[in-house]
């Protein structure tokens, strides 16, 4: 079975400084998708970046990237120019992918998450 | 574009009595539909997904249940809601079924 650690219960980050969040996993799959998702306090879950397992290339979406380890099974979000808007749960998720129908049935496995917190 | 919409947003429902959540997804067909359940302190689970209409997959065996009557309608009910019902309820979406996006959320207490 697949699992997804998040180290970082709780960080903090002043404002315009750069954070990192840290994501582990577990599997045997050699082919799955990992996301980083976000939940502010209005409790919606927004996809902030995703990273297709087959690809070496770190996704980048603006002020977020990532910092994907296939060999260490390791997923690092990084935040540049931390905006107080940012404070956020961020949950880091993985997906495996399944041949029929080119994707999955849609079962992400979720960390616990970690609590940012950027401050003025 | 695509939006996705759930209702009601929050609710106060007594236990043994009935639940309907309704989910509409908007600017797309066929989609992967998705309910999702958020327990407090905890991740996300897959209850129900959907390939399309009339096409469900549990993935979670409970007192819920889900339907799709219609291409772009998800909609999540139970007959007789227990304590451990409540939680907040996430509908979701995908047009290839590898990204997931979810919709603002239900908020369920039962008392």
């Known amino acids: 079975a697949q699992t997804v650690t998040q180290s970082q219960p709780e960080m903090s980050v002043q404002e315009a400084e750069t954070v990192t969040l840290s994501c582990t996993y577990d599997?045997?799959?050699?082919?799955?998708?990992l996301f980083w998702y976000k939940q502010p306090p209005s409790r919606q879950m927004i996809l902030v970046i995703r990273q297709e397992a087959y690809k070496q290339q770190n996704a980048t979406e603006n002020r977020f990237s990532v910092n994907f380890q296939k060999a260490a099974k390791s997923f690092s979000l990084k935040i540049s120019d931390s905006q107080l808007g940012d404070t956020a749960m961020y949950f880091c998720?993985?997906?495996?992918?399944?041949?029929?129908?080119?994707?999955?049935?849609?079962?992400?496995?979720f960390g616990k998450g970690t609590k940012l917190s950027v401050k003025p | 574009s695509q939006t996705i919409h759930q209702w009601p947003a929050t609710l106060v429902q007594p236990v043994g009595s009935p639940l309907s959540l309704e989910c509409t997804v908007e600017g797309t067909s066929n989609p992967n539909l998705y309910w999702y359940r958020q327990a407090a302190g905890r991740g996300l689970q897959l209850l129900f997904y959907s390939v399309g209409i009339g096409q469900i997959s549990s993935e979670v065996p409970q007192n819920l249940s889900a339907s799709r009557p219609q291409d772009r309608q998800f909609i999540l009910s139970s007959k007789k809601l227990l304590l451990s019902d409540s939680g907040f309820y996430l509908c979701?979406?995908?047009?290839?079924?590898?990204?997931?996006?979810f919709g603002e959320g239900s908020w369920l207490t039962v008392v």
């Open positions: 998720a993985f997906m495996k992918h399944l041949r029929n129908y080119g994707g999955s049935q849609g079962n992400l496995i």
């Open positions: 599997t045997s799959e050699s082919n799955y998708y």
């Open positions: 979701a979406w995908s047009a290839t079924g590898n990204t997931i996006y």
